[in-house]
C-alpha cells in the first residue's frame, strides 16, 4: 500500500472529503516508534480505563471512558471548547447549514484550558460574535442584529424583528451616537444644508389632527421620540417638544382653527408643521397615542398627496420637501475627523456658513455665497471629474459627478458598494439588503476610493468574510477557500457526493450569505477552520467487543467487457468481466480511500457468471473491509461497459447489497451482508491525538495496529499488548 493510514474523511472542518489521487508514503517502522514505544509495556489490571479518566469520567464495561460534560479525549484529559451556531461548515440538505461547531468555526481550540482562540474579527467564549471594531470608539453601541432591531426603527420609524436567523446573535456592528458615523463611529457628520444656488424650492410640511378629550401623545422622528405634548397644546407648546428631538432643527407650527388646540373634538385643527431648518424629503413624523384618552385618534398626511379637511370645508395637503441636503451644502468639503465643513474658495468663488437661507449665518453648512459666483467649485471645474450646470441664465453651478466620484467638486472619490453587513431590517427577518460603501464593514479612503476593511471583511467593498488563515494564508495552504455555496456543491455524506445547493434562490432571506461568506475545505490529512491542524489515524476500540466490520456483497452476470467500482467518490481503474478476486482486491485497496479489505468469490474463479440460467449457481463476491471501519458507504459500479457478447447489448444484472440486505448463490444458499459497527475514532480512543504532528500519542499498553487488533504500522493505538499480572 503506498497510502496513509486510514484518518478521518478530511473537508470542511474534517467534515469529509477525499482528495482523489493524493498519494503519502505508508509510515515505516521508525515513523510508527514515533507513536509509540515499540515493546510490550506492562499494565497492573486489564479492567482499568485509561489514567482512570483523568478524574474527569465514568470508566465502563468496555474499559472505556465516557466522559463528564465539557471533557473529551480517550481518557478524559482534553477540554471540549464552546459550541455556537457555524460562521461557515458543510450543507447537511439543500439550504440547510450552519450548524453547531466547536468554536463555532471560527477559532482553534486549546484542549488544556477548553478556550477558543478566534481568528482576528471574532470573538466571544464560541468565536460565535463578529466584533466591533475599537468597541465603536466609545461613541456607539455595539449590538447583535436581533438587538439592534429590538431596540431601534428605521428612518420611517417602523419596527421589525430579526430574531430568526441563523446570524441574528452572531453578526455584530455599530449603532453610533448623533452626530457619529461610520461602521466603528470612527467619524462625525457635516452639517448639512440647501444649495444657495438653486431656486424655486419649497420645505417639507408635514400635517394632523387630533381627536381627543386629553392626554398627551408623542411623535417618533427617524426612529426616535419627541418630547409629550399635551392634548390642549398650543402652537408654541407643540414647535418646542418637536425642536426637543436631535435630528430636527427650527420649525414652525400653525393651525388651521383660530384659537384650536392640539387634540379637539367639536372641530376638525388642521395642525400644519414646517420643517424650517431640515431640508429635502424627510421620513414621516409617526404618531405615539398611547398615552391620549380613551379612543384618541390622530390622522397624518405626509406624503405631499394626501389632503385633510378642518371643520370649515378647507383642504390641506401636505408638501415634500425638494431642496437640497447636501453636505456642506454642496460647497465645501466635510472634514469627517471633526464633523466640520472646509468652505470652498476657489476661482475667487468664496462660501461661508448660512442660515439656510443663502445669507450669513451658523449652520457651519457652507451655504452662503460670499461673492458672485461665476464658475463650478475645483481648481478645474468639478476637478475635471464631473459636469459643471453653467451653460444659461439659470446655471446653479452646482457638478454632476462622473462615476466614481464624489463632494461638491468631483474631488474625492467613492468607495465600491457592497450589501450591508450589518443594518437595520427592511422588513420582519430581512436585511442584508442595503448596498452601501464598503458593505458598512470597512472605512473609505476619500483620496484613492479604496476601503480598509474590518478584520472579519476583505474584498473590494468588503462584502465578504473571509477563510481562516486570512487572504495572503488562506486555508493555511492546506485547503480550499469557498463560499457557502461552493461548500454546499462540495459537501459530502460519509464521503459520498451528495446533490445539495445552498442559496440559489436569491430572493430567500435565510441563505443571503451564499456567496458572501466563506470557509475552508481542507484537504486530506487536514482538518480546523483554518486547516492548521493535522488528523491523526482512525482505528477501532480495541476494548470493545461483539461488533462486526462493514461486509458488502455483489454478483454480475456478464460474458463479455469490463466495468469500474466507486468508493466515497473515487473510481477504479478498468476491472474485467472475469477479474480474479485478487485483481478486484488490488484495484480497491489502490484507492486513497481503503487501506486494506479482502474480497472472496462463493464460487469459480471469475467476478461475473456467464450462466445466467435460471438454475444456474451464481458468484456471490464477499467484500470485507478491514481498515475502514465503522458504517460504510455503500460501493457503486459503472457496468455501462458490461455486456452480453452473444446479443451485443448490455448487462442489466449487476447488484450490490449493503447493511443487511442479501444475494442467493442458489435456491439453497444465501448470503448477508453486515452493516459496519466497529468504531471508527482518532487513535482507536487509546491515545491521544497531537493536532501539531497528526501522530497519535498512545496510552500506556497500548500500541499501533494493523487494523485488526494485532501489531502493525496504522499508527493507531489499536493493539492492546500483553498484560503482566502483578502479585500482591
Known amino acids: 500500500h503506498l497510502r496513509p493510514p486510514p484518518t478521518a474523511r478530511s473537508g470542511q472542518h474534517g467534515s469529509g472529503d477525499v482528495m482523489g489521487g493524493m498519494r503519502r508514503a505508508r509510515p515505516t517502522a521508525v515513523g510508527v516508534a514515533v507513536l509509540t514505544v515499540l515493546g510490550f509495556a506492562t499494565r497492573e489490571a486489564s479492567g482499568a480505563c485509561p489514567n482512570l479518566c483523568s478524574g474527569h469520567g465514568d470508566c465502563n464495561i468496555y474499559s472505556r471512558c465516557d466522559c463528564w460534560d465539557e471533557w473529551t479525549g480517550g481518557d478524559c484529559s482534553e477540554r471540549i471548547c464552546p459550541f455556537g451556531v457555524a460562521w461557515a461548515d458543510d450543507a447537511t440538505g439543500d439550504d440547510e447549514a450552519h450548524a453547531e461547531a466547536e468554536c463555532s468555526n471560527r477559532g482553534v481550540c486549546a484542549r488544556s484550558s477548553g478556550e477558543c482562540s478566534c481568528m482576528a474579527g471574532f470573538g466571544g467564549k464560541a468565536c460565535h460574535r463578529t466584533e466591533c471594531t475599537s468597541d465603536c470608539n466609545d461613541v456607539g453601541r455595539c449590538l447583535t442584529l436581533m438587538k439592534y432591531a429590538d431596540d431601534y426603527y428605521d428612518t420611517d420609524s417602523v419596527q421589525y424583528t430579526y430574531d430568526e436567523m441563523w446570524d441574528s446573535e452572531k453578526i455584530m456592528g ?89 387634540c379637539q373634538t367639536d372641530a376638525v385643527n388642521i395642525v400644519t408643521i414646517e420643517f424650517e431648518q431640515n431640508f429635502g424629503d424627510l421620513s414621516p413624523l409617526v404618531p405615539y397615542t398611547d398615552d391620549l384618552s380613551t379612543g384618541g385618534t390622530i390622522t397624518m398626511s405626509t406624503d405631499g398627496s394626501t389632503a385633510l379637511t378642518d371643520s370649515d370645508g378647507t383642504s390641506y395637503v401636505s408638501v415634500t420637501g425638494d431642496k437640497e441636503n447636501d453636505e456642506c451644502s454642496g460647497r465645501g468639503l466635510c472634514i469627517a475627523s471633526d464633523g466640520t465643513c472646509s468652505c470652498y474658495d476657489t476661482n475667487s468663488d468664496t462660501y461661508y456658513s448660512s442660515d439656510g437661507y443663502g445669507n450669513t449665518g451658523t449652520r457651519g453648512d457652507c451655504g452662503y455665497p460670499a461673492t458672485t459666483t461665476s464658475t463650478c467649485p475645483g481648481d478645474v471645474a468639478c476637478s475635471a471629474h464631473g459636469v459643471c450646470d453653467d451653460n444659461d441664465d439659470d446655471a446653479t453651478y452646482s457638478c454632476s459627478c462622473s462615476d466614481g466620484y464624489t463632494g461638491g467638486d468631483c474631488a474625492q472619490r467613492e468607495c465600491p458598494y457592497g450589501l450591508a453587513w450589518f443594518w437595520y431590517p427592511s422588513e420582519d427577518e430581512v436585511t442584508h439588503t442595503e448596498m452601501v460603501e464598503c458593505s458598512n464593514g470597512g472605512t473609505c479612503d476619500r483620496s484613492t476610493g479604496m476601503c480598509t476593511c474590518g478584520d472579519a471583511y476583505y474584498g473590494a467593498a468588503c462584502d465578504y468574510m473571509m477563510c481562516g488563515g486570512g487572504t495572503t494564508n488562506a486555508c493555511n495552504g492546506h485547503g480550499q477557500c469557498m463560499s457557502m455555496s461552493e461548500l454546499a456543491l462540495n459537501a459530502d455524506d460519509n464521503g459520498d457526493e451528495t446533490d445539495y445547493e445552498y442559496g440559489t434562490d436569491p430572493n430567500d432571506a435565510s441563505t443571503w450569505d451564499a456567496s458572501r461568506i466563506y470557509g475552508c475545505k481542507c484537504d486530506y490529512g487536514w482538518t480546523g477552520y483554518d486547516c492548521s491542524e493535522m ?107 458490461l455486456v452480453d457478447s452473444n446479443t451485443d447489448t448490455k448487462l442489466v444484472d449487476f447488484y450490490i447489497k449493503a447493511d443487511g440486505q442479501t444475494i442467493s448463490q442458489d435456491s439453497a444458499t444465501e448470503f448477508t451482508s453486515i452493516m459496519g459497527t466497529t468504531e471508527s475514532e482518532y487513535c482507536s480512543n487509546r491515545g491521544l491525538c497531537d493536532r501539531a504532528t497528526g501522530l497519535c500519542a498512545c496510552f500506556t499498553g497500548y500500541y499501533s495496529s494493523d487494523g485488526q487488533g494485532n501489531h502493525g504500522a496504522i499508527g493507531d493505538c489499536g493493539y492492546q499488548g500483553p498484560y503482566k499480572t502483578v502479585a500482591t
Do not use: W
Open 174 to 262: 455599530c449603532v453610533c451616537d448623533y452626530p457619529y458615523v461610520n461602521y466603528d463611529c470612527s467619524e462625525r457628520e457635516c452639517p448639512t444644508g440647501d444649495d444657495p444656488l438653486t431656486t424655486g424650492q419649497v420645505n417639507e410640511q408635514q400635517l394632523f389632527y387630533c381627536t381627543a378629550t386629553g392626554g398627551s401623545f408623542a411623535f417618533l422622528y427617524l426612529g426616535e421620540y419627541t418630547d409629550t405634548i399635551k392634548a390642549k397644546a398650543g402652537e408654541v407648546a407643540i414647535a418646542d417638544a418637536l425642536m426637543t428631538h436631535p435630528r430636527i432643527s427650527t420649525v414652525s407650527v400653525s393651525f388651521s382653527i383660530t384659537n384650536g388646540t392640539a
Open 535 to 641: 488528523e491523526c489515524p482512525l482505528g477501532d476500540d480495541p476494548g470493545t467487543y461483539g461488533q462486526y466490520n462493514e461486509l458488502q456483497l455483489m454478483q454480475c452476470t456478464a460474458n463479455a467487457g469490463n466495468f469500474k467500482l466507486s468508493f466515497r467518490q473515487e473510481e477504479t481503474k478498468t476491472i474485467a468481466y472475469n477479474a480474479s478476486a485478487e485483481v478486484v482486491e488490488r484495484k480497491l485497496e489502490e484507492l486513497f480511500g481503503i487501506y486494506d479489505l479482502t474480497v472472496t468469490y462463493s464460487y469459480g474463479n471469475e467476478f461475473c457468471i456467464t450462466d445466467d440460467t435460471d438454475d444456474a449457481t451464481l458468484n456471490v463476491v464477499q467484500i470485507q473491509f478491514i481498515t475502514e471501519h465503522g458504517d460504510l458507504p455503500k460501493i457503486t459500479v459503472d457496468d455501462s461497459n
